[in-house]
């Protein structure tokens, strides 16, 4: 086991810390064990609101580099997302690299477990893309810093497709006059653990349901079940479509795929979906299409997490997550009447609980 931690009072200006400061991360750790083929990236960005709770990614990075600009900006994600819902959580997040599909094994598991208890509390985890709610009995086998375990919260898919649901059904009200998705053209981009979950919700409405995904025999199953279309990942955007709803990887809102987007909706559950915050948040608001912020309305899945470290009953979370529909509007509301974009809105609101607990241990 090789730890090696930078942080943000560390002089080495080295390229992992210049991205750090860029985004104001306090902490990340780079670990690797090649005794279990382990190579993996844990980033706390903010406790200023608790100790950061952000779930594992295994992915199959193309390199280290993709690997620290996707941790980086899911964990800044994730003290944005806590923020905004009231939780008394910083951010934080891991990736590991990996195929969730070929590399797997407790021994992998338990080595992360390791780094985690390492740093003492700062960083809780849980589950994430490529990750279920078995992996983590591995790693709470090392640390006590983990979530999302079976037989107590247990995944957290349900409840984040369930808060996605709710913010859909807001800017439906604002966009539509009703938040009824019955007959509405949706477009689900990943179709795995909450992918799936979103898909049930939107069935039950008898919503027109398209969908998507890399993995054919997931692919398979979600349309039997269902009764939804498939189309190949390449043509997602280009489908006849009333709500786009990405549902798996961040990035998928670019310079390419908006000038396709016939939808007037953007609501999902993928962390990070605007390639460029700032220029494609505007662009989608001159286009007419409401975005519902996704650090907002795929919560859910925090919310649960903290339901299990705080001992709050399912019900209660659940009424948690309902609440997503009301701020989403909210947002979607002040957005429109202050001609902003819908994120800068949310941004707003996430930072402003930020400085109030700053401004109360400073006191």
């Not at 080295?14 to 993996?40: N, R, T």
């Not at 960005?45 to 779930?55: I, N, Q, R």
């Not at 700032?278 to 339901?307: Q, R, S, T």
Request: net charge negative; charged share 20%.
């Amino acid at each position: 086991m090789e730890v090696k931690e930078v942080s943000n009072n560390n002089s080495q200006h080295s390229g992992v810390v210049s991205e750090m400061f860029a985004m104001g991360h306090e902490k990340v750790l780079i670990c690797q064990d090649p005794k279990v083929g382990l190579k993996a990236i844990i980033a706390v960005h903010s406790t200023v609101c608790g100790p950061s709770l952000g779930g594992t990614r295994m992915w199959k990075y193309k390199n280290e580099a993709e690997a620290l600009k996707d941790v980086l900006r899911l964990s800044r994600g994730m003290t944005y997302k806590n923020a905004i819902s009231n939780l008394n959580l910083g951010g934080g997040k891991a990736v590991i690299i990996g195929d969730s599909r070929k590399d797997k094994s407790p021994e992998l598991f338990r080595s992360f477990g390791r780094y985690v208890e390492s740093l003492s509390g700062a960083y809780i985890t849980a589950e994430d893309v490529g990750i279920s709610p078995e992996d983590m009995i591995h790693v709470s086998k090392e640390t006590k810093h983990v979530s999302g375990m079976p037989g107590k919260s247990g995944d957290p898919s349900p409840v984040t497709a369930f808060g996605v649901y709710m913010g859909m059904k807001a800017a439906a009200k604002i966009q539509y006059g009703s938040d009824s998705l019955s007959g509405k053209k949706i477009a689900v981009q990943g179709v795995g653990h909450v992918g799936e979950y979103l898909v049930g919700y939107l069935a039950k409405e008898s919503a027109d349901i398209v969908i998507t995904d890399i993995h054919d025999d997931i692919l398979k199953n979600v349309a039997g079940k269902y009764g939804c279309s498939i189309v190949s990942p390449e043509d997602i955007y280009s489908v006849d479509m009333d709500i786009y709803a990405p549902c798996a990887l961040g990035a998928t809102v670019n310079d390419d795929t908006i000038s396709k987007l016939s939808c007037n909706i953007i609501a999902g559950a993928a962390n990070n979906q605007l390639a460029d915050e700032n220029k494609h948040g505007h662009l989608l608001m001159e286009k007419g299409i409401i975005y519902a912020p996704d650090f907002l309305i795929n919560a859910g899945g925090v919310m649960n997490c903290y339901a299990e470290v705080m001992n709050i009953s399912n019900e209660d979370v659940m009424k948690m997550a309902e609440n997503i529909y009301s701020t989403t509007y909210d947002i979607i509301k002040t957005s429109q009447l202050e001609s902003i974009p819908t994120f800068l809105v949310a941004n707003k609101m996430a930072e402003e609980r930020i400085k109030r607990e700053l401004a109360l241990k400073s006191s």
